[in-house]
C-alpha cells in the first residue's frame, strides 16, 4: 500500500486529515472508554497531539488549535488526561502504521539521550554548580537508511547497553532489513550470531586487539568502509528530529515520556512520506 493511499496527497491537507488517516491504517478503534459519554473520537485527540508535537509545544496552544480550526472546545487538561490514558499497543501500532509497507535493503542502529527539562551535565560543570542532575532518557532507533525513516525504536527511562535493545527492535519493526549498519559500540558476536539467524547480515566495526568471535574476525579482516560510511545517516536524522521538536523532553512520567518521544518519530514519518510522495510524482 503506497503512502498516496494512507495520507491523501492535496495541495493543501490538513493536520487532521494526516491524523485521520494514519490512524484508520492503524486499525485502532474510536473510543477507548466502554463506558460514559462518547463525545471526542480518539483520533481527534491524536490530532489535537500532533499538533502539540509538530507546531505548538504548550498543551494551551493545542487546545486553541483545535477550538480555532476544528470548533472541538475542550481544556487543555482534557486532551492530557485523555492522552495519558492511552496503552503503549497504540503508539507502537501508530508508529508500525507510519513506516508502510515498502522492503528495506539496509538499515541502521543507533541510540542517543534525550535531556529532561534541566541543564546538562557539561553546563553545570562550567558554572560549577553542585545542583543535582536527573539522568537523561535513553532512545535507540532503527532507520531504514534508503527510505529515511523511522522502522521501530526503544525509549528507557533509566539508560541501558544499546546493545541489548536489537533483538526488541527487529521483532517490533513492521519491516525486516536484509542488513543492519552498527557502531562500536555494538561490536558483540553473540548479537552478530543472533542476527545471522535471523536472516540479517551485520556490519560493526571491531574493537582494537580483536582476537575473538567467528563474525568479529571476519569483520575485522574484511571489513567494507564504504557500505559502513552510509551509517550517519541514522546520525543526521537523530539531529533532524531534535531540530524539528526539541532536543529535551518535558513529560514527567515514563508513560508520557514514551507517547512524546514516539510522537516525534512519528511525525517526522508523516513529513517524510510526504516529501518523497511529492518527489516521486514530481
Not at 535513553?138 to 528507557?156: E, G, P, T, Y
Not at 513529513?271 to 516521486?280: D, E, G, K, R, T
Amino acid at each position: 500500500m503506497g503512502w498516496g493511499v494512507v495520507f491523501p496527497m492535496r495541495t493543501k491537507e490538513t493536520l487532521k486529515q494526516k491524523a485521520y488517516g494514519l490512524w484508520k491504517k492503524a486499525k485502532l478503534p474510536n473510543f477507548f472508554n466502554r463506558k460514559g459519554p462518547k463525545r471526542t473520537p480518539a483520533w481527534k485527540t491524536y490530532a489535537c497531539y500532533l499538533e502539540y508535537t509538530v507546531h505548538a509545544p504548550a498543551w494551551r496552544r493545542a487546545s486553541d488549535f483545535m477550538a480555532s480550526y476544528h470548533n472541538e472546545e475542550r481544556h487543555w487538561t482534557t486532551w492530557q488526561k485523555a492522552v495519558a490514558k492511552w496503552p503503549f499497543w497504540v503508539w507502537q501500532r501508530l508508529g508500525q502504521a507510519s513506516v508502510g509497507s515498502q522492503e528495506c535493503s539496509m538499515a541502521a542502529i543507533d541510540g542517543t539521550g534525550i535531556s529532561r527539562t534541566n541543564a546538562s551535565h557539561h553546563y553545570l560543570k562550567r558554572i560549577d554548580s553542585l545542583n543535582k542532575v536527573k539522568r537523561h532518557v535513553q532512545q535507540v532507533v532503527l532507520i531504514d537508511i534508503v527510505k529515511r525513516k523511522f522502522l521501530a525504536w526503544r525509549i528507557r527511562s533509566k539508560p541501558r547497553g544499546e546493545t541489548l535493545d536489537v533483538p526488541y527492535l527487529i521483532r517490533h519493526s513492521p519491516i525486516t532489513p536484509s542488513g543492519i549498519l552498527m557502531d562500536k559500540g555494538f561490536d558483540s558476536n553473540p548479537l552478530h550470531t543472533w542476527l545471522r539467524n535471523q536472516g540479517i547480515w551485520s556490519v560493526a566495526p571491531v574493537k582494537k586487539n580483536c582476537k575473538r568471535g567467528r563474525y568479529r574476525k571476519q569483520l575485522r579482516d574484511c571489513f567494507d568502509y564504504g557500505l559502513y560510511w552510509q551509517r550517519n545517516v541514522v546520525e543526521c536524522l537523530i539531529g533532524v528530529v531534535k531540530r524539528l521538536f526539541g532536543s529535551h523532553v518535558r513529560a514527567k512520567t515514563y508513560h508520557m515520556q514514551y507517547a512524546e518521544l514516539s510522537s516525534k518519530l512519528i511525525a517526522y514519518n508523516i513529513i517524510s512520506a510526504i516529501v518523497n510522495y511529492f518527489l516521486q510524482n514530481r
